[in-house]
């Protein structure tokens, strides 16, 4: 097994990054988008190259790439004021603690902008894994693109 590289996205991370988001919406979240068509098309909308360049560019926000070799195998996004807004793992690296070494990362920018907890809103998919990494609910699910989930969390960093 390669390396894992967690770094800062790049422009050209973007294609890759779509890839990686759209494929693990589609196929690693189906307790949220329940196979929906309607729901599946209003949550990958925004997961496009040229939006994803925008993300990696816009001030107070941190685009975050993990690499294994030459592949990119997932994305997550962190802003200035601790919410991570992004979290997904391509299906052919998941239970490979890419996710966790991901996240662990997010966490440290958010301290270094000065940050003492981190906030974020789970997909029931992911709500276990983030409950097994110290989150905590802080209320009820939002229902994110015409789903039930998005359980708003917390966490305290050290």
């Not at 925004?46 to 993990?66: D, E, Y």
């Not at 690499?67 to 994305?75: Q, R, Y």
């Not at 992004?86 to 603690?97: E, H, I, Q, T």
Request: aromatic residues 6%.
């Amino acid at each position: 097994m390669t390396a894992l590289q967690i770094r800062d996205a790049v422009a050209a991370d973007a294609e890759a990054a779509c890839v990686v988001m759209r494929r693990s919406i589609a196929e690693l979240c189906a307790a949220d988008h329940r196979d929906d068509p309607k729901i599946l098309a209003q949550w990958l909308a925004n997961k496009r190259p040229h939006i994803v360049r925008g993300w990696m560019t816009q001030a107070g926000n941190s685009v975050l790439v993990a690499i294994e070799g030459d592949s990119l195998v997932a994305v997550g996004s962190v802003t200035d004021a601790g919410e991570i807004t992004l979290n997904y793992v391509s299906p052919d690296a998941r239970f490979r603690g890419v996710s966790r070494a991901l996240l662990a990362a997010l966490e440290r920018r958010a301290a270094e902008r000065g940050n003492a907890e981190c906030t974020l809103a789970s997909t029931a998919t992911a709500r276990r894994f983030y409950l097994a990494n110290g989150y905590v609910e802080t209320g009820v699910p939002r229902g994110n693109f015409g789903t039930q989930s998005g359980f708003p969390m917390r966490k305290a960093l050290k």
